[in-house]
C-alpha cells in the first residue's frame, strides 16, 4: 500500500510561485508512475504532469510547471500562475507504467489534494 499527502498550497497573486510537494510513505519503491491533476469547481479532474520514463504536461502549463520525484516525494514548482490555475491539486502513482497518463481512471494511489488560488 501507499499513501500520498500533499501540502504546499495556498493563496497567491498572478505571476507568483507555489511549490507543491506529495510525501509517499509505504512501498513508494515500487511506484513507477506519477501524476499531478487538479480539479476546478463544477469540472472535472484534469491532467496537470506525469512523470515516469519521461515527463509529460498539459499544453495549459508546459513552460510553467515542473514535475519531479525523488525517493519519497513527487512535487510540482509551479511558475507564472494564472488565475485559470486555480484548484484542488491532487498527486497520482501507480506501480504499473501508465500509458494514457492523463486518465486520473489509470492510477490507483491519490492523495487527498491541496488547494490553490491564483488570485488577478
Known amino acids: 500500500q501507499v499513501h500520498l499527502v500533499e501540502s504546499g498550497g495556498g493563496l497567491v497573486q498572478a505571476g507568483g510561485s507555489l511549490r507543491l510537494s506529495c510525501a509517499a510513505s509505504?512501498?513508494?519503491?515500487?511506484?513507477?508512475?506519477t501524476a499531478w491533476f487538479r480539479q476546478a469547481p463544477g469540472k472535472e479532474r484534469e491532467f496537470v504532469a506525469a512523470?515516469?520514463?519521461s515527463t509529460n504536461y498539459a499544453d495549459s502549463v508546459r513552460g510553467r510547471f515542473t514535475i519531479s520525484r525523488d525517493l519519497s516525494t513527487i512535487s510540482l514548482q509551479m511558475n507564472r500562475l494564472k488565475p485559470e490555475d486555480t484548484a484542488v491539486y491532487y498527486c497520482a502513482a501507480d506501480r504499473d507504467l501508465v500509458r494514457d497518463y492523463t486518465s486520473p481512471t489509470k492510477y490507483n494511489y491519490w492523495g487527498q489534494g491541496t488547494q490553490v488560488t491564483v488570485s488577478s
Open positions: 512523470h515516469d520514463r
Open positions: 509505504g512501498r513508494f519503491f515500487d511506484i513507477y508512475s
